[in-house]
């Protein structure tokens, strides 16, 4: 019988409370660590941890605590001898230049739940659900590939982003559409000062697009200081197209308001919505040096081709300083993906599955 993983979870709100019940359904040991004591016997008694501790020896370290005190989280979580760390903050370019050691691995997942705190907390809050790595060309392959296959076996789809990158895409994906909830919401109350039915009467679209506003509201000055320049950036895009808008809809512009509302319904169906069947899948075989940073390098590139990898594997040789990425993509994205590696440098092969 194989020996029980551990891990330590630094925080146990929403997400820590989940990453933790989760780790627990999956057969891992889980130890939290939360100074509140009141809070920590809260998450012992709904299953986000086995027991409360301090830092320590593990397999794995999650740091699941407020934005401004990551880095040094993260940082005491490696000195105190955890084999790989992992953090969950929304924004990543701070945390991951603040800490420099190869065991660390940055991370995202894009889950969350009206419910505030632990209350919020589920095992299956990340079930595909998208959970970003940003791994950096110091990033240890072995850890970034543990954490991968760790995060994978928790439901979630995995993409690796550069840091930078995750910051600017999250502030589009993310963090402006729940600024912008907070605005339409703060209209809607204004207004049903004067219209009492308004609130009562809100329609189906009205609920979607605000309903990110519900969320725990105090951790987001945090994300707005970390990430504040992405974030201004998208929020002018977003002035500009609203004022655009607004042009076309006060001119009576109808062919072209029908122009951009139908390309907004096209691209809100491409969405992804999960995994291909294996049919729609095609193995990449990659051979690689044995050294620190090829599987980021590999991993970020699948990303901005936009190809998405389901499955990864690192095999070392025994004969020398080589081995062998496997990765498993869409079908339709393989030649690009093929195309990109050899333009880095690479020469894979394909191998459809069937």
Not at 24 to 43: L, M, N
Not at 74 to 103: C, E, F, H, W
Not at 261 to 289: F, K, M, N, Y
Not at 317 to 324: D, L
């Amino acid at each position: 019988m194989a020996p029980t993983r551990t891990a330590i979870v630094a925080g146990t709100g929403l997400i820590g409370g989940s990453v933790g019940m989760a780790l627990r359904k999956a057969g891992w040991h889980v130890t939290g660590i939360e100074p509140d004591a009141e809070r920590a016997e809260a998450a012992v008694a709904a299953g986000a941890v086995d027991v409360i501790g301090e830092a320590g020896t593990c397999d794995l370290a999650v740091a699941a605590t407020p934005p401004a005190s990551l880095a040094a989280v993260v940082q005491q979580l490696l000195d105190a001898g955890a084999a790989i760390v992992t953090d969950v903050g929304s924004v990543k370019a701070p945390v991951v230049a603040a800490v420099n050691d190869p065991r660390f691995v940055g991370g995202h997942p894009m889950a969350g739940s009206e419910q505030d705190g632990l209350t919020g907390a589920d095992p299956d809050l990340f079930r595909d659900a998208v959970w970003v790595l940003t791994p950096t060309g110091t990033t240890d392959d072995a850890a970034l590939a543990q954490v991968r296959e760790v995060v994978s076996g928790l439901g979630a789809q995995v993409i690796a982003l550069a840091p930078e990158r995750h910051d600017a895409l999250v502030a589009v994906v993310s963090h402006v559409p729940h600024l912008t909830a907070a605005v339409l919401m703060r209209i809607a109350e204004e207004r049903s000062t004067e219209h009492r039915a308004l609130l009562r009467l809100a329609a189906g679209g009205f609920r979607d697009m605000t309903r990110v506003a519900a969320g725990h509201p105090a951790i987001w000055p945090e994300i707005c200081a970390e990430n504040r320049t992405a974030i201004t950036d998208v929020l002018d895009e977003l002035l500009d197209e609203l004022v655009e808008m607004r042009l076309i809809v006060s001119g009576g512009d109808r062919d072209e308001l029908l122009a951009r509302l139908e390309a907004a319904r096209d691209s809100r169906r491409s969405l992804s919505v999960g995994a291909p069947d294996l049919s729609r899948l095609t193995e990449v075989r990659i051979a690689i040096r044995d050294q620190k940073g090829e599987l980021a390098r590999i991993t970020t590139l699948a990303a901005d081709l936009d190809v998405n990898i389901y499955d990864l594997e690192i095999a070392h040789s025994a004969e020398g300083p080589r081995g062998v990425v496997l990765a498993v993509v869409e079908s339709d994205g393989a030649e690009q993906f093929a195309h990109g590696l050899v333009e880095a440098g690479y020469r894979p092969s394909l191998n459809p599955l069937e």
